[in-house]
């Protein structure tokens, strides 16, 4: 079956500190990957996306970037961090299918200080 | 990017009773998907219901059930016979047919089931 990994599952972080945060998939190969930002009182907004190795769509121009090293491996970056970047980021995994719904990470709790 | 809408950001329901929780989308394409996802205080997504646009019959899972209106872009989400284990947050999304097939998410509307 698949699983997803998301770590760590809580960060605190002062302003201006460099950020990863990584997530791995087991038991399938070639997914779609995401990873979407949910802030206090919001909804879940689309930061990246990636259908394949190497390649990353952004959703919103951001203080963020993120990377795909390998297939099942999807990392979000950041080189100083905002007040701004404080929320609940959650990674995603889907076949590449219409009709295929999302398995979702744990999430991460980053808090910016 | 689509947009999706949830005007409720919160609703409370007695336990036992029905809730009918709304959700407006914008989009210029004619497939797509629609999803109901529920969010507890554990964090943890879980798929409630989906709805393919093509199909005009209203999506059923258990006490789950959804009211599409694809000319209005309306896709709200009934729940009868609420029970305690009901209260999350609950999320609308939209599925595009894009590269990518990515999903956009409403606001969210937290739901308070009251015993």
């Known amino acids: 079956s698949q699983t997803i990994h998301q770590w760590p599952a809580t960060l605190v972080q002062p302003v201006g500190s460099p950020l990863s945060l990584e997530c791995t998939v087991e038991g399938t190969s070639n997914p779609n990957l995401y990873w979407y930002r949910q802030a206090a009182g919001r909804g879940l907004q689309l930061l990246f996306y990636?259908?394949?190795?190497?390649?990353i769509s952004s959703e919103v121009p951001q203080n963020l970037s993120a990377s795909r090293p390998q297939d099942r491996q999807f990392i979000l970056s950041s080189k100083k961090l905002l007040l701004s970047d404080s929320g609940f980021y959650l990674c995603v995994w889907s076949r590449d299918s219409r009709n295929y719904g999302y398995t979702f990470g744990s999430g991460t709790r980053l808090t910016v200080v | 990017a689509q947009t999706v809408t949830q005007s409720q950001p919160e609703m409370s329901v007695q336990e036992a009773e029905t809730v009918t929780l709304s959700c407006t989308y914008d989009t210029s394409e004619s497939d797509y998907y629609l999803f109901w996802y529920k969010q507890p205080p554990s964090r943890q997504m879980i798929l409630v219901i989906r709805?393919?646009?093509?199909?005009?019959q209203n999506a059923t899972e258990n006490r789950f059930s959804v009211n599409f209106q694809k000319a209005a872009k309306s896709f709200s989400l009934k729940i009868s016979d609420s029970q305690l284990g009901d209260a999350a947050m609950y999320f609308c999304a939209y599925r595009t047919y894009n590269t990518g097939n990515q999903f956009y998410f409403g606001t969210g509307t937290s739901l308070t089931v009251i015993p």
């Open positions: 990636s259908v394949g190795i190497g390649q």
């Open positions: 709805q393919e646009a093509y199909k005009q």
